[in-house]
DNA sequence: CGGCAAATGATTATCGATAATATAGAATAG
DNA sequence: CTATTCTATATTATCGATAATCATTTGCCG
């Protein structure tokens, strides 16, 4: 017997209900709708999402997989960060990977700089119209392609697998309600010119001084 | 009904099957018994192991958070990589996350340093009565210890999710083949100068040399 | 012969139920 | 009154079976 007999309420079964879970489960981690340290009980989840204990759990390993759970057997799935100092220690990491990734990805190909210049216009164009989650699209798409093209696929793995999509949402949300997005494009102008001229020392610069002034959003209020 | 009610082959009970499972199968990743591309068919390895799909299914999702393995829906889960090419992509990651591991662990505490040293003390005294896999258990402590004294937790997850213990394992005693360990064992005493006296530019750039020469046991024979 | 369609087989996704283990509270002995 | 063992109860780990989907082959018709 299906668990879903009647029709769905939102989305379409366009991919497997682990997939759901897992992203409901990592957005929920990372707005601190869990607090660190709260178990995920199987069965309450279960409940919640309508499915049986096998996709819950195997949403939880995913997860364990990439560090933001951890579980202990027979003792339950805890969650493990998320709190503002893992999100600190994150965007370090953040800054050190794409730092490199950068320097790597110079010099750069045409059609990529074209394509980290598309990423920017729309930006620039999101900005002027005021549409922050427009922005936001466009900056980590800028910001993923620049992962991409350092040619190391393992860079990209780790960056998708702690959810830096989800993480940056989050982060820009938050500090949009605090300053303008105006100096830190500024600052993605600047890397791309860098970039541009091929100058890996400087570019990987500009983006350590920009993720240090992304930094200033996980001070306490 | 228990799986095994017959007494068990190797190991004990202590941890539960997913784990051994998890285990098994990474190291089979990594030293290459399984190639890039290869489908890891549920059931078969459910009667490999002796167990039913499920432990199977959760030790793959782990692999799939970090990154070893990708799955595409109702079609499988294939692996991704552990090629010459993957490992020298995750060296250069490793590379880039311990050098800024040790400079966020500048300036390090006495207590820090001396774990440090016991680990560098152990390496030689391995290393002169040519216990390699010895040397290879201490030389692993000292590169975690230098991750987990940037007081960077997120540092050492990645650090673990990728499982650098095994794959650390397997490229050191490839290395063991072809040339002395003396030379890297030198480059540890210089790092741990380095730390002693503070100076994170020169111990960070001391780590990128070490892993550049660690690298040479990528290249094709 | 060649292309389309239905049937077949293989594999994954999920279910519901059961076994194993830990935790907390009650009962008991000292 | 405290420490200890025992007994519920909650929770995880695993099982075996079924449903859904994909891949391949077969059979039909032009």
Known sequence: MRAFAEP???DLKRTCMRDHIRDALVTRILDGHYPAGAQLKELVLAG?????????REALRELEGSGLVTSE??????????DLEEMRQSYELRATIEARAVELAIPCSPAVIAQLQDCLDAMQEALARNEVERYIDHALRL???????????VFVTVWDSLHFDVRGRLVLRRMAERS???PLLQMHVELLERIRAGDAANAADILRRLFRSVAEVFRPD
Chains 1, 2 share one sequence.
């Not at 919640?48 to 819950?56: D, G, L, R, T």
């Not at 057997?73 to 998320?82: E, F, H, L, P």
């Not at 910001?143 to 696929?153: D, K, T, V, Y």
């Open 180 to 182: 303008s997005y105006a």
């Open 143 to 153: 910001h993923r392609g620049l992962i991409e093209a350092s040619g190391n696929r």
């Open 48 to 56: 919640e999402f309508n499915v049986s204990q096998a996709p819950i």
């Open 73 to 82: 057997r027979y003792r339950g799935t805890r969650v493990r960060g998320a």
């Open 8 to 10: 769905r309420d939102t």
